[in-house]
């Protein structure tokens, strides 16, 4: 827009990216080692296009014919075949003779000419068969052949409509709305004008008259094991129906039939007849029952053979067909002849080609982007028969390796548009700054009729979105208006004829305006405008055409290395996101998308990063209205390639990248939610990123530009001269740092880092350490790899328990050990959005208040935080990380807790819970003043008091829908640790409450030590516990009640079972190469597995299957009183061959009233064992509960499961 408007917002560029020389040198010095060993060696020996392939065979040709076959077949001024067929002479000796005189070997160049023969025809047959058969003709295996008759993108507000107040209605509905003839699917919603106060009217008419969504149709499906077969079935399919009398005439021409030379390459035998299925449109056919194809989950590998830009010839392709007839509406109309018709395909992976009525329409590439074509010479009223033919794997699959799920089909709505022929209005651009400035490019038919008659109106509303799937609440009167004369315009060109019904029109309509008191966009509180334009005639204000769309006025800058909004710095507390649903793969409705919105919202993030591809049009609307940053991101990655950036570098591919990019910001550009663009993921660098940075920046300068890719052969760093921010992958805490001080210009954001997959998250803590420095401003947060475990529901027959299965649970004969089995469940959040125990501590550490550092407690000691204070006050400071909101917009509640007072899902009903709101006027911090007497009278009767803090908004927020779904914004836990008022000393955290009138024995035995008591109350003494001497450990333990509580003894564990990082990644190293090359790497293997920590334990008797034993060196009798007695052992770990591994010091306190303590002290090994020993796979200890036990209390933190590394986000208290 800066380029129209030299006044509009641009954000600055920082120096180490504008300076850059591409790809010399970047400041601080990048060499770009990585582009330069594809360009100059990699691309000639692993040629990835049809030139370097030619190029490639043709030299090894070459090398043979004038290394090998020249010398031989001349030889001096004679021939081979000479040679061989020549006269013979014999010597003395029997030797044969040539007519030169020399020795000539016969067998020996019959031998070579064998040999040279074989290579030679060797080389062709592979030449041939993996390259050159696949030259001809194969659009689906060209990088330049992306797309044929495809119509350019448009932005995903278009909806042609008719009606002002009804195009106030779309604005405000996420869905993509269609007439209201058939009812839509997926991602679409029919809607009818209402006359509700607010609704806008409308009389009843369709809100979208000239939209026709064409999900939910009679489509059928058939699939094929090759793109050529199922070509030549739709060439069959079309003459049987000629032949039949099932088509009219009046369709059938010479131009762009369907017998084009390449659909006739594989020849059918005789007459097929062809089975079709229905079909659900949209879905994937891959997670469709009763279809042999499967899906297919790889994190980096292809699931075919890497040979760019070929695919394996068995390619499976589906042929969907439907036959329909036009809408009524449409068809009773007499403007049919005039109106122009375009079908919209919104997903369809990965590439497929469009026959309408006998006639090949166009080709489309690129599985997340709509494709659009013009189908008005193809369209007629009735009997409208359309083919699609998806192939599953094209050149574009290449760029689109990433970590989910391989799928196929069309996987987003289908609709047909129609434009009547005074709709000139073809795209328009919005860019709403922070100051109140609106700039609008408004892009019209360059052939327009009675263009002196038309004006463009522009409208903006106040209009508040009802609910977040439509609705709306707003006044009559806009805000702003302003009507521009298309003929008068200064920044458009016209040559008008007034002999002639059509005009020339050149350029588009500019319209920039300056709004007073505008409401700012931003996460925390995201407030919209309606803007509507409209087409009208300048005579008697008939409408011909609105166009809608909801805009946030929001700035986005770089300013001193810091990313800003509105001209404050933001932290991202982001997350990665796939497009996933657990029944229907690919396939997500509107309302799973809000629900995802919602828990993201819910759990303190604000950003979602759309992993690794443009997510389908109404996500964006949904994160306009809930307010989450996005990361929006090109469907680009080539993890698979060795090395990465083969294809980011290689010319012939240059089309696709900046092809994927630039539709992906035409699409997208007018939403306030994207705050930053992504070139895409993991491809390494090269003159394509480059191509496509300019060519992005050429479309829009208010965003900026992130790209982890490039800057090293096989992983990207994060910091080359493509990207505006630094966004490395997965650094450790000190790297981060280090990038904060090395790139002092860019913001510092993790586009991915702390990888949730399985029992993980800890030290999380530490990176939001850092994130919140003050002395480390350019650390602004990053993403969390990932929000969804990417689990499909498995379907077993006569079972009503619901599983999830990954990579290799669909495998067929085709795919056998393509998988990359349970990599794909990383996430956060379960495939039906349960949360994991790791949810809680990032909710913590994301949340936007804290409680700060202050006299009663160091900030280092803030996870284990206690207050010691002689004051008759406690001041209690936190600290707002808001970035809009105030303290005028929340509320804390906060109430006292003990050691005897049990929570039940996080609440306690045993106290009283008391609340205060603070005032605007706490500016960024906020102290909460107290007294302490309820906190003596809690310490007086029990032995540890907690005051705990919780934070809630005042009203209710859009993402927050019932009441029991809230969680609070912010937790905070403190223990307390007071003076007595009439004493001098503190309470002792640990303090012994003493009971009168109970007792405790020890009675000792050779082989073990029992332990007695008797409560108050009681009359004879019971047995509490048993000591077994040799082991040293407790093998009974009875309950009050004296039941047994133990089947088996309670023994020290330290092994578990091993993860794919004990083992050293080998499986990983293993399923990335070729079958062939895996095989062969035995020694790499076992080399690799050596230095695992898993084979470490292993070979030191950390076996779970064989786990060490426990004997017992020495026990005794340490102290014994009336109400407790205390035990210690000294316990030595021992393999199953003997040998020990360490020594363990065991103290048992045991109590009067039954309870006991165990304190553990473990020694660390000696000698060369530490340095075999890395770490322990665990340290805790193992026993086996009686079955008849249901329920376990304990005082401690929860009450999701926690770890030392990740507590931060779990309460104390007794659970």
Known sequence: MNFYFPQAHAYKVPPSVQNAV????????????????HRYLTMWIMPTNHITHTIFFGTILCYIGVRWWIPLVVRGDKFLLGILMGCEKRDNNDNDITDDGSICHKKLLWNQFYVLT???????????????????????????YTEFNRLPVCNSFMRWMVDEEGARDVACCPFLVATADYRGGEGCQTMKGGDDKGGGGGGGVDLVPNVWNMDQQQWKFQLYNTVERALNVVYQEWDNDLEHGAVGDDIVNDGGTMGSTWMKQSSMDGNEVISWRPITVPANWTMLEGIPDKP???????????????VPDKNPTGVYKLIFDLPSKWQDEMSFAKDNYMITFHGVESAFFLFVNGEYVGYSQDSRIPASFDLTPHLKHKANVMYVVVCRWSDGSYLEDQDHWWMAGIHRSVELLRRGPDMDILDYRVQADMDGSLFICVDLKKTMSRINQKRISFKLFDDEQSTPMGGREGEHLPVWSVVQEINGASNSNSNSNSNSTEEEFTGEIRVSAKIEGVKLWNAEDPNLYTLVIGMVNSNDGAIYQVE?????FRSVDIEDGV???NRKPITICG?????HHPDHGKVVSVESMARDIEIVKNNNFNAIRTSHYPNAAPFYRLCDYYGVFVCDEANLETHGMMPMG??????CWSKAFVERVTRMVNRDRNHASIIFWSLGNECGRGRNFNLARKALRKLDTSRPICYEGGGDLFEGTGETELTDIICSMYPNVERTIALSKKNTDRPIILCEYSHAMGNSNGNLHRYWEIFRDLSLRNLQGGFIWDMIDQGITLRHSGNCRRTFGYGGDFEDKYYVGVNDKQFCINGLFSPDRKPHPAVSEVRYLQQPIHLIESEYFPYENARERYITSSSEILRFRFISYFHSLSWSDVYVEYFYCNDKMKYVNGDTTDSEIFRYFPTADDSEEFIMINTFDRAQKCLSEYSRCW???????????????????YHPIAIETVELCLPWPDEDHNIEINKILREEGCSIKVQESTSSVELWVKARGERFMRRCAVIDKTTGCITSFCNNASSEMLNEPMVPNFTRACTDNDRGGIDRVRHLMPRWVAFKIRLLERTLFNYSYWYKWKRLGLDPESPPRPVCDLLKLVAETSDHAIIEADISMITQHGKRLFHLHVSYHFRCDGSVKISTILNKPNGGLKYLLPSLPRIGYTFCMNKDIKNVTYLGRGPEENYPDRKSGSMIGVW
């Not at 297919?296 to 070929?310: A, E, V």
């Not at 997350?575 to 497009?579: G, L, S």
């Not at 005051?947 to 779904?965: A, C, G, L, V």
Request: net charge positive; with cysteine.
């Open 575 to 579: 997350v990665n996101r796939h497009e």
């Open 646 to 651: 083969k294809l980011a570098d290689d010319i």
């Open 296 to 310: 297919i989950y790889t994190n980096i590998k292809y699931p075919f053979p890497c040979i760019p830009p070929f």
């Open 548 to 552: 809608s769309c909801r805009i946030g």
């Open 947 to 965: 005051i705990t803090f919780k934070w809630y908004f005042r009203s209710k927020m859009k993402w927050q829908r019932n009441n029991h779904e």
């Open 22 to 37: 591409y790809p010399f040198h970047v400041p601080p010095r990048l060499f770009p080692y990585d582009v330069y060993i």
């Open 118 to 144: 074989v290579v030679t025809i060797t080389v062709i047959v592979v030449a041939w068969r993996r390259v050159f058969r696949r030259f001809s003709g194969r659009p689906w295996m060209d990088p330049n």
């Open 563 to 565: 990313l800003m909004l």
